[in-house]
């Protein structure tokens, strides 16, 4: 486990406090980033989300990550 891992509440929390909504693409991004991933690029995590199934604009990946 690598960085800070946050609930899915608390990440949930963050999100909305951002003024994003927390779907399951957005909370996933954040769980892959904060618990997985070691300092990953934004195109890293756009890459993974398409691994996984999810369909995220690039645009997204940054607000989620910015957030």
């Known amino acids: 486990m690598k960085g800070h891992c946050l609930t899915e509440g608390e990440i949930t929390d963050r999100l909305r406090k ?3 909504r927390p779907t399951v693409q957005r909370v996933s991004v954040c769980r892959f980033v904060l618990c997985e991933a070691d300092h990953p690029t934004a195109e890293a995590v756009k890459k ?10 690039l645009a997204t990946v940054y607000n989620t990550l910015g957030a």
């Open 18 to 20: 951002a003024d994003l």
């Open 48 to 57: 993974w989300t398409a691994a996984q199934g999810f369909k995220l604009s």
